[in-house]
Each structure stands twice: as structure tokens, then as C-alpha cells.
Nanobody, 123 residues
Framework: QVQLVESGGGLVQAGGSLRLSCAAS????????MGWFRQAPGKEREFAAAISRGGSVTEYANSVKGRFTISRDNAKNTVYLQMNSLKPEDTAVYYC????????????????WGQGTQVTVSS
């Protein structure tokens, strides 16, 4: 059983940056593709970014491409989401997810989910 704990959320002005972290425990981290989803108030949860087991493949939603960067450190069992040029529409709860394959991350059918961290971008 894998446990995922997100951190790094907060309040930031538009144009600012935040780095989210997701620490994994209870499993072999390098066996999982990892990713981030987000859910804004009144909206469905949506895919943001994904990274393959070894980190060589990354995928992004069009809405964050060029502004967000996903990375991972398998030695630290942690995946990161660097968010730059933040916009008010990026305001959401951000969730970390683990799946056997990157396709599973993208489809939202990951096996393990964190509790989420709130990101609020003020205009």
C-alpha cells in the first residue's frame, strides 16, 4: 500500500511560482508512474502532468504546458511540480497520483491518491 502526501501549496499572486512536492511511502516508488491532477471549485478533477517511472517521459495538459514542470527524485521517493507564471485559473486543490503506467496516470485511474494541497492564485 502506497501512501502519498502532498505539500507546498499556498497563496500566491498571479505571475508567481510555487513548487509542490509529493512524498511517497509504503511501496517501491520507482515502480510507479506519477502525476498531478487538480480540481477547482465546482469543476471536475482534471489531469495536469505525468512522469514515467524513470523520469524520461513527461506529459502535460495543454493548459499548463510551458508553465509547469514535473520531475521526480527516485532516491527521495518524491515527485515535484514546479509551477511558474501562475494564473488565477490555476487555483485548485492539487492531487498526487501513482499508477503502474503513465497511461493510467493520464486517465485518472491511478491506484493511489494523496489528500491534496490547496493552491490559490490571486489576481
Amino acid at each position: 500500500q502506497v501512501q502519498l502526501v502532498e505539500s507546498g501549496g499556498g497563496l500566491v499572486q498571479a505571475g508567481g511560482s510555487l513548487r509542490l512536492s509529493c512524498a511517497a511511502s509504503g511501496g517501491t516508488f520507482s515502480r510507479y508512474a506519477m502525476g498531478w491532477f487538480r480540481q477547482a471549485p465546482g469543476k471536475e478533477r482534471e489531469f495536469a502532468a505525468a512522469i514515467s517511472r524513470g523520469g524520461s517521459v513527461t506529459e502535460y495538459a495543454n493548459s499548463v504546458k510551458g508553465r509547469f514542470t514535473i520531475s521526480r527524485d527516485n532516491a527521495k521517493n518524491t515527485v515535484y511540480l514546479q509551477m511558474n507564471s501562475l494564473k488565477p485559473e490555476d487555483t485548485a486543490v492539487y492531487y498526487c497520483v501513482a499508477a503502474d503506467w503513465i497511461l493510467g496516470v493520464r486517465s485518472g485511474t491511478g491506484d493511489y491518491w494523496g489528500q491534496g494541497t490547496q493552491v490559490t492564485v490571486s489576481s
